[in-house]
């Protein structure tokens, strides 16, 4: 039987803070109107994070007066993947970054072939 990790909302939102404190600063200061929020529940079973906005490399001169894009990094499927806690702190870090790179254009098929 699978143990579960447990990590209260704060102590995950920690981690999820201290993965963004990862992204280099050149990229983290071109990061233009998107928010990272943590919820508990994804929408469909084994979804880890989900980038919901329009790409920086799709914005033209029509984008502007618009909501901010968002990143949602979920919680209890991430943990429920995760053996450990470093397999926490790990695969945080690896769902936020793979998310940003979605802010920033980079699809599925090319975040695969540089290993993320």
């Known amino acids: 039987m699978a143990v579960v990790i447990e990590l209260s909302r704060d102590a995950f939102e920690d981690l999820v803070a201290e993965a963004l404190d990862t992204i ?6 071109v990061m233009n109107n998107v928010v990272i929020l943590v919820e508990d529940d994804a929408p469909e079973p084994g979804l ?12 033209g001169d029509w984008y502007g007066a618009v ?35 979605h802010h920033f254009g980079i699809d599925d098929e090319r975040l695969h072939e540089l290993g993320w």
Request: contains cysteine.
């Open 67 to 101: 909501l901010p894009d968002h990143i949602s990094i979920y919680r209890r499927e991430i943990l429920r993947i995760c053996d450990t806690f470093e397999d926490v702190v790990d695969e945080v870090r690896i769902t936020v970054v793979h998310e940003i790179a």
């Open 48 to 59: 880890l994070g989900l980038y919901h906005g329009v790409p920086l490399t799709d914005r």
């Open 24 to 29: 280099p600063s050149d990229l983290a200061e």
